[in-house]
């Protein structure tokens, strides 16, 4: 009998010493939320999962300096409100880590994520302690004193929980509609200072004309404003606004002659191509409409009143973006295959099989989309296409039209279509092969290219193009031009985020025209002063202008400045 007592007082014993203890860690948590939440109000600022206090792992705990005693926290004073719950928290739980500097940052903002994280390391060495600690025992003294701090702070708590309730209401709202019509907009000033001259007494273009004067030194721009909207979060419809400097030739805007490079040879891609595309003579234009979407995950397609082909088509890490890299224009896009450009209209896909490394695009571009007539005006076309038909950019004769109705192209006007197949394994490697034919002036082309690109080290580039056409009907008979760049290029020189880059090339190897071959050389250096401002140097060389081996070498000089927001 007395045995059974005894055993009935035990078991009694133990229940209750499970209860306090029960009690005590529910205690430990209530306070250990409290004091997570008030160091770190509901109202601040969040901030990312790297900066969290809590040594919750070993990933954590190698950047964050694990603390025995809480005056080894500089910033923390034994005058502050929660310091004893700091020391309480760091002598008796060590689940509290400070920052490499030996601060604590109390008034740091903490996401949710990070309290949960926090606490639960805080639980768990709790845990381990009553796990492994056979004689604990709740002290009297510690109950009464997290009862009073759960009583003195039943407002505060209460104030906490009904935030927390507002934010997952706000939450669920912001989840259930995820997604909206959105317009964000994007902007960009292109300003280059340029100056350059030739040596020798003139130069003789491609057509023949002749110029004796030095070129003057000119401030040139390029303004833009993108308006890119989304209706399902997987589509864009791009609008793009543009004016730009440039002269005007035979009552309509040339781009390209505001630069000492385009204004001596302004037919075989040696303009600074951000003063190209479009030609506006200060005018504000629209440049670029077009509308893409995905039929399925591995398909793109686009459908453009105005873009341009290149927009789509023959990429390049290094030459590619004038207001990045080159700015030479024969060296942004193989210079012979693309001589349909601004303004034309038509689309594009673009399909990548399960995502992989193999990519298959297709442009169809036409001038003057939005032209009823069958005239095949001279816009939207290559420099180099009025030397090759001349009779289709000479102003017309009173009372007569600039070029006679002619069916050409698929709807009647100058086309053309273009495919690529690309191979890129990496981020490291890339090899396009690219097709182009269409019809200029009722005269058919065709045009092979083939665009590589290899980075070593992360750092370092090496890129080419070539290309090969025909070119029928021209004021040369049957043409075949051949095109060739290459180049190196490095990233991070002296700065991260510079580029600098040496290119040379020749864009129009052709024997029907001049008795030698143009060679165009680029030595660019571009500094970013910050993610919105840009600032590049560059050098322009080009010998045998025109194909003309009478031709002295043109230099030109530029310094080009960017601003993006």
């Not at 591995?298 to 990429?315: E, G, H, K, S, Y």
């Not at 002036?441 to 750092?459: P, R, W």
């Amino acid at each position: 009998m007395q045995k059974q007592s005894l055993s009935a007082n035990a078991l009694a014993a133990n229940k209750f010493q499970q209860r306090l203890l029960n009690n005590y860690l529910a205690g430990v948590a209530s306070l250990l939320s409290f004091l997570l939440l008030s160091a770190y109000p509901a109202s601040a600022e969040t901030t990312d999962f790297s900066s969290i206090k809590i040594a919750d792992s070993e990933e954590n705990t190698s950047e964050m300096n694990q603390v025995t005693n809480v005056n080894q926290l500089s910033d923390i004073q034994p005058t502050d409100w929660a310091f004893q719950a700091l020391q309480s928290l760091v002598e008796r739980y060590g689940c509290i880590a400070g920052y490499p500097n030996s601060t604590f940052r109390g008034n740091r903002a903490i996401t949710r994520y990070e309290f949960a994280a926090g606490l639960n390391t805080c639980l768990e060495r709790v845990n381990e302690l009553i796990a492994t600690a056979t004689n604990i025992r709740a002290k009297k003294e510690d109950l009464e004193i997290l009862q009073k701090l759960q009583e003195e702070f039943t407002a505060e708590l209460a104030t906490l929980r009904g935030r927390v309730d507002t934010l997952e209401a706000k939450t669920a709202e912001l989840e259930a509609n995820q997604f909206s019509t959105t317009t964000k907009i994007q902007g960009q000033i292109i300003i280059s200072a340029n100056a350059g001259g030739f040596s020798g007494d003139r130069i003789v273009d491609a057509t023949g004309r002749v110029r004796t004067q030095q070129p003057n030194a000119t401030l040139l721009y390029r303004a833009g404003i993108d308006l890119n909207t989304s209706f399902s979060g997987s589509d864009l419809l791009k609008i793009r606004l543009e004016a730009g400097s440039g002269p005007i030739e035979n009552g309509r805007p040339v781009g390209g002659r505001d630069n000492a490079g385009g204004a001596l040879e302004p037919f075989f891609g040696s303009a600074l191509d951000y003063s190209i595309n479009p030609p506006t003579n200060n005018d504000v234009e629209i440049s670029r409409v077009y509308y893409s979407f995905r039929p399925t995950q591995d398909l793109q397609v686009t459908l453009a009143p105005i873009f341009q082909t290149a927009d789509f088509i023959d990429f390049n890490s290094y030459a590619k973006l004038s207001f990045r890299d080159f700015s030479t224009q024969a060296f942004i896009n193989n210079y012979i295959l693309f001589p349909i450009t601004i303004p034309s209209g038509g689309a594009a896909i673009e399909w990548k099989p399960g995502g992989g490394s193999v990519s298959v695009r297709a442009v169809y571009a036409a001038a003057e989309a939005s032209n009823p007539g069958n005239q095949q005006l001279a816009s939207g076309v290559l420099p180099f296409l009025e030397v090759l038909y001349p009779n289709n950019f000479r102003p017309p004769i009173p009372g007569s039209a600039n070029t006679s109705d002619i069916a050409g192209g698929l709807f009647g006007d100058n086309y053309q279509g273009t495919v690529e197949l690309e191979y890129a394994p990496s981020r490291n490697f890339a090899l396009r092969l690219q097709y182009g034919g269409g019809e200029v002036f009722n005269n058919h082309f065709d045009a092979f290219g083939a665009n590589v690109e290899l980075t070593l080290a992360e750092k370092f580039g090496i890129f080419g193009r070539y290309g090969y056409a025909s070119y029928n009907g021209t004021a040369f008979g049957d043409i075949n031009p051949n095109y060739w760049m290459a180049g190196i290029a490095l990233r991070d020189l002296f700065t991260r985020g510079s580029l600098a880059g040496f290119a040379v090339g020749q864009p129009f190897i052709v024997s029907e025209i001049g008795d030698a071959t143009q060679t165009n050389y680029e030595l660019f250096y571009n500094y970013p002063f910050s993610r919105n401002i840009q600032v590049t140097p560059a050098i322009q060389l080009i010998e045998n202008a025109a194909n003309q081996s009478s031709n002295g070498t043109i230099y030109s000089f530029s310094l080009r400045s960017v601003f993006s927001f």
